[in-house]
């Protein structure tokens, strides 16, 4: 009982101290093209492009969560089609501004991380592939690992927030171990499945799909391996 209290606690401490509201959404009725035959070669907005965009620039105090910096707010399909030039990434501004080199230009902006470069590459074959408005719902359960499958969902829903010199809440996700702790101690689980007693996870954002959940849990059942 004592242990499950504490984790509660931890778990709103760490995680209600994010100020990053992430209010990132791909609603239905911004026309998603949805299949349940996923390409490989295909980059889907609502599965690979919005959970970048959704916790490194659609969040409160920039361009989302209530904020719309410069007068750009970028929590919609709609919002962002208007940054874009579909087919040619280079003439785009938000593929501009994320490959920025000026510290005072590129986003998102200091003390903030950089997008890494297979998150510039992802928002770049999007683009160059259209920039269409599409979601894939398999789900493939049977080669689960972490660097291919959970660090993917982890880096691109989590650490927008969860990094840097300050990271909300005092809680880093920027590497396995780190994230391997939290799971270790249930609070990952909890907060993905947005348990009661916990602070649904991401914070004020659209819960991660089955798909990505199932595979945190595969991973977790597995006893959370470095592999």
Not at 55 to 77: K, P, R
Not at 100 to 106: F, G, L, N, S, V
Not at 114 to 125: F, G, V
Not at 129 to 157: H, K, P, R
Request: aromatic share 8%.
């Amino acid at each position: 009982m004592k242990r499950t209290i504490f984790l509660l606690c931890i778990s709103t401490y760490l995680f209600t101290a994010c100020v990053h509201e992430s209010l990132y959404v791909a609603v239905e009725e911004e026309n998603v093209s949805v299949t349940d035959d996923c390409d490989p070669d295909i980059i889907y907005f609502v599965n690979d492009v919005m959970p970048i965009i959704g916790s490194n620039c659609a969040i409160s105090g920039c361009h989302g969560g209530g904020s719309a910096e410069d007068g750009v707010e970028l929590s919609t399909y709609a919002n962002i089609l208007q940054y874009i030039d579909p087919g040619n990434a280079q003439d785009s501004k938000i593929y501009e501004l994320i490959t920025e080199t000026d510290p005072d230009k590129i986003m998102p902006l200091p003390p903030n991380e950089p997008l890494t470069p297979d998150q510039r590459e992802i928002i770049r074959n999007w683009i160059d592939q259209g920039a269409t408005n599409q979601e894939c719902t398999a789900c493939d359960l049977t080669n689960v690992t972490f660097s291919q499958s959970v660090w993917t969902i982890i880096q691109n829903s989590c650490t927008g927030c969860h990094s840097g010199d300050t990271p909300q809440g005092g809680l880093s996700l920027t590497n396995y171990d780190q994230v391997a702790q939290i799971a270790q101690s249930g609070l990952l689980s909890g907060v993905i499945n947005h348990d009661p007693g916990f602070v649904a996870m991401p914070f004020n954002g659209q819960q991660l799909s089955t798909c990505k959940i199932d595979i945190i849990e595969e991973w977790i059942s597995q006893g959370f391996p470095n592999n």
